[in-house]
């Protein structure tokens, strides 16, 4: 009605009939400026967008527009440009809201970094993601209410993931939230605890048996003559005896072409009954030996040297670290009638960055070596045990703060007064090494600073490091 009056008002007088068009062209202006404005701040900034609540539900709630993404991809970047050890792999649930499609192709650029669409809803999901954040940084993206791992999944993980991303989805203007993103990660010293017996019971008078063999990468060859290639996750012995025995396993093995470095490959064995080992094994004929308690066992073995090689020769794309043809298992008597297989634990200590060369301490002081406020140490021990590290400390800041991390973990700190110029001992540090490789770092507070005549940046030292290893003969090396 009301456009049938303009149009009759307008074919009556011309002059009108223009002013009434531009009129009508200024308010359709006027309202697509602000509908694409408001498009804009929702598709820029969506949570201060100015929406009805209806529009908050349908965009915000129901269907994230992308809220919280452009924060997540940041903070990914950001870490990664900052990582110098292991790999990243983002593990995300495959949601429309906020998974593989959203952040995957933001990240493509990203060196070091994998994304992975992977609901992470079983035990053994959990358990593979444990065993990988030896070789790789596991991060797990939640979407707490809708998307989170379940707690009971968690409970046996110790220690448990730990949040280092918090994305809180809520719009002020209506001060609501539905939950938001986030990043959990998995610490490389995690393992799920658990019995020594899985599944059911078994009789005490069954034999050694093995159930299962089970391999990511697949099982080849005959059942005489078995082959796998162990790398990309763990490979799993199902063992059922009803007394206490040892399992031994035979194999030929081979170095893979999916990593570049020694041709020495090095292993990690676990079992559910908390025996835990790191083993280096030479190419060729070897054994391994594990301790099997009655009932029900899998024995994971899992290598620790990382797939550094895109592309293998015969264009496999299997991850292929360690090879072990001719396998074979046998049973042996009860390990407590033998020695450990290593004869105690063996460990190592090595700077792995952050560390000037060394230099002396008079003619009999020993030694220091200076840093510029970031010193990593790279830790091994051949089995899970207690260890004691002990040292000096000096600084050319002061005061100041050093912060000691345990795989990211804080474990203790080192206070340097304002008036300290000695060497002075630090407060022994006690840490549970898991079997195989860890990092401690020493992390200072302040930058470096510039001494005259030298060109370095320094800001603390530290001097005749010793750790003490539990069940192992005198103190590690440093390499």
Request: hydrophobic share 40%; aromatic share 6%.
């Given at each position: 009605?009301?456009?049938?009056r303009?149009?009759?008002a307008?074919?009556a007088?011309?002059?009108?009939?223009?002013?009434?068009?531009?009129?009508?062209?200024?308010?359709?202006c006027?309202?697509l400026v602000?509908w694409?404005?408001s498009?804009?701040?929702?598709?820029?900034?969506?949570?201060?967008?100015?929406?009805?609540?209806?529009?908050?539900?349908?965009?915000?709630?129901g269907?994230?527009?992308?809220?919280g993404?452009?924060?997540v991809v940041?903070?990914?970047?950001?870490?990664a440009?900052a990582?110098?050890?292991?790999?990243?792999?983002?593990?995300?649930g495959?949601?429309?809201?906020?998974g593989?499609w959203?952040?995957?192709?933001?990240?493509?650029?990203?060196a070091?970094?994998?994304v992975?669409?992977?609901?992470?809803?079983?035990?053994?999901?959990?358990?593979n993601?444990v065993?990988?954040?030896?070789?790789?940084?596991i991060w797990?993206?939640e979407?707490?209410?809708v998307?989170s791992?379940?707690?009971a999944l968690?409970?046996?993980?110790s220690p448990?993931?730990r949040?280092?991303?918090?994305f809180?989805?809520?719009?002020?203007?209506?001060g609501?939230t539905?939950?938001?993103?986030?990043i959990?990660e998995?610490?490389?010293?995690?393992r799920?605890?658990?019995?020594?017996?899985?599944?059911?019971?078994?009789?005490p008078?069954d034999?050694?048996?093995?159930?299962?063999v089970t391999n990511?990468?697949?099982?080849e060859?005959?059942?005489?003559?078995?082959?796998?290639?162990?790398?990309?996750g763990?490979?799993?012995?199902?063992v059922?005896s009803?007394?206490?025995?040892?399992?031994?396993?035979?194999?030929?093995?081979?170095p893979?072409?999916s990593?570049?470095g020694?041709?020495e490959?090095?292993?990690?064995?676990?079992t559910?009954g908390d025996?835990?080992?790191?083993?280096t094994?030479p190419?060729?004929?070897?054994?391994i030996r594990v301790p099997?308690?009655?009932?029900?066992?899998v024995?994971r073995?899992?290598?620790?040297d990382?797939?550094?090689?895109?592309?293998?020769p015969n264009s496999?794309?299997?991850?292929?670290i360690?090879?072990?043809?001719?396998?074979k298992t046998?049973f042996?008597p009860?390990?407590?009638?033998?020695?450990?297989?290593?004869g105690?634990?063996?460990?190592a200590?090595e700077f792995a960055?952050?560390?000037?060369?060394?230099e002396?301490?008079?003619?009999?002081?020993?030694?220091?070596?200076?840093?510029?406020?970031?010193?990593r140490?790279?830790?091994?021990s051949?089995?899970?045990?207690?260890?004691?590290?002990?040292g000096?400390?000096?600084?050319?800041?002061?005061?100041?703060?050093?912060?000691v991390?345990?795989e990211?973990q804080?474990?203790g700190?080192?206070?340097?007064?304002?008036?300290?110029?000695?060497?002075l001992p630090?407060?022994?540090?006690?840490l549970?090494?898991?079997?195989?490789e860890s990092?401690?770092?020493f992390?200072?507070n302040?930058?470096?600073?510039?001494?005259?005549?030298d060109?370095?940046?320094?800001?603390?030292?530290?001097?005749?490091?010793?750790m003490?290893?539990e069940?192992?003969?005198g103190?590690c090396?440093?390499r």
């Amino acid at each position: 009605m009301l456009t049938s009056r303009l149009r009759n008002a307008l074919r009556a007088t011309p002059a009108p009939r223009a002013a009434l068009a531009l009129l009508l062209v200024l308010l359709v202006c006027g309202l697509l400026v602000q509908w694409i404005g408001s498009d804009i701040t929702l598709l820029r900034d969506p949570l201060n967008a100015s929406v009805s609540e209806d529009d908050y539900r349908q965009y915000l709630v129901g269907w994230s527009s992308g809220a919280g993404v452009k924060e997540v991809v940041q903070f990914v970047r950001q870490r990664a440009a900052a990582n110098t050890e292991r790999p990243i792999l983002l593990v995300v649930g495959g949601f429309g809201r906020h998974g593989s499609w959203a952040v995957a192709p933001r990240l493509r650029d990203v060196a070091g970094v994998r994304v992975q669409p992977s609901f992470v809803d079983t035990a053994t999901t959990v358990r593979n993601l444990v065993d990988a954040a030896r070789t790789q940084r596991i991060w797990v993206l939640e979407e707490p209410p809708v998307y989170s791992m379940p707690p009971a999944l968690l409970a046996d993980v110790s220690p448990a993931p730990r949040i280092i991303f918090n994305f809180d989805r809520q719009m002020p203007r209506l001060g609501k939230t539905d939950g938001g993103l986030r990043i959990v990660e998995f610490s490389a010293l995690s393992r799920v605890k658990g019995g020594s017996s899985v599944g059911p019971p078994v009789d005490p008078n069954d034999p050694p048996t093995i159930e299962s063999v089970t391999n990511p990468n697949g099982l080849e060859g005959t059942s005489e003559n078995r082959f796998f290639w162990l790398g990309g996750g763990a490979a799993a012995i199902t063992v059922r005896s009803g007394k206490p025995t040892t399992l031994e396993i035979a194999a030929n093995f081979r170095p893979g072409p999916s990593f570049a470095g020694p041709m020495e490959r090095r292993l990690l064995v676990r079992t559910s009954g908390d025996f835990e080992e790191a083993l280096t094994v030479p190419p060729g004929p070897g054994r391994i030996r594990v301790p099997i308690p009655a009932g029900r066992t899998v024995v994971r073995i899992l290598a620790l040297d990382p797939a550094n090689q895109p592309t293998n020769p015969n264009s496999d794309p299997r991850p292929m670290i360690v090879g072990f043809s001719e396998f074979k298992t046998s049973f042996g008597p009860s390990p407590k009638d033998q020695s450990p297989t290593l004869g105690g634990v063996s460990c190592a200590l090595e700077f792995a960055s952050g560390a000037y060369n060394e230099e002396k301490i008079g003619k009999t002081g020993g030694w220091f070596r200076w840093t510029n406020g970031d010193l990593r140490l790279r830790l091994f021990s051949s089995r899970a045990a207690t260890a004691v590290l002990s040292g000096q400390y000096l600084s050319m800041v002061r005061p100041e703060t050093i912060t000691v991390l345990f795989e990211e973990q804080k474990v203790g700190s080192i206070e340097v007064s304002a008036s300290q110029e000695a060497i002075l001992p630090f407060a022994p540090l006690q840490l549970r090494l898991p079997a195989g490789e860890s990092t401690l770092t020493f992390r200072a507070n302040k930058g470096g600073i510039r001494p005259s005549g030298d060109s370095r940046s320094l800001n603390f030292g530290l001097a005749n490091l010793t750790m003490r290893v539990e069940q192992s003969k005198g103190s590690c090396t440093l390499r």
